[in-house]
């Protein structure tokens, strides 16, 4: 009896320090990415996004794969915007990203985030902006297509920021994710790119 209590404490301290560490240690972006043939893209995702790609310009396709998962993204411009349309691998709609400026935020969510960045790093460059339309379970994935290629500004939209930030003494690239409102949902430090890789 002594020994499982013994073994039941140490189980909920081991717990506990875990918990803890995911608090307060970012998690690490272990991500690899690189360019694919349309004929390696699932079949599905191709024929999903076929009217989007007409008259789209710079399309790429890209495998994703970091320690636990694999997905496929394919990158193009199209009405003088950058979309990233990420699919897993099999084929289903993700997310969809769109390159935006901080202009493009509404005031509210970039004083918000702002005020995040500020208490969190001794400085930051932002290198990226993207707003990200999340396809929810359960949803019609043509929804989050319409509403993405619309632009809207909907309170189930993130963004998503890439940055070069300072916290101790050298910068580290982190991708940090934030809601409609400019509220902290994510932080992942970044590793160094060494792969094929296009900045939209």
Avoid: C, W
């Amino acid at each position: 009896m002594k020994q499982t209590i013994a073994i039941l404490i140490l189980l909920f301290l081991y717990g506990g320090t875990m918990v803890a560490q995911d608090k307060t240690v970012p998690q690490v972006k272990r991500e690899r990415e690189f360019r694919i043939k349309k004929s390696q893209f699932p079949e599905q995702a191709v024929d999903f996004l076929k009217e989007k790609l007409e008259n789209a310009k710079k399309i790429r396709f890209y495998k994703e794969i970091d320690s636990n998962r694999t997905s496929y993204e394919v990158k193009f411009k199209k009405d003088r915007l950058k979309y990233s349309v990420e699919f897993s691998e099999a084929g289903k709609l993700e997310d969809i990203e769109i390159l935006i400026r901080e202009i493009d935020l509404p005031n509210e969510s970039l004083n918000q985030i702002n005020s995040y960045l500020r208490q969190s790093f001794k400085k930051f460059r932002i290198r990226k902006i993207q707003q990200q339309y999340v396809a929810s379970p359960g949803e019609n994935p043509e929804i989050t297509l319409k509403n993405a290629f619309q632009n809207l500004l909907l309170p189930t939209l993130n963004y998503e920021f890439i940055i070069s930030g300072k916290q101790e003494e050298e910068y580290q690239d982190y991708e940090i994710l934030f809601d409609a409102s400019g509220n902290f949902l994510k932080l992942r430090r970044s590793l160094p790119a060494n792969y094929d890789h296009v900045l939209y």
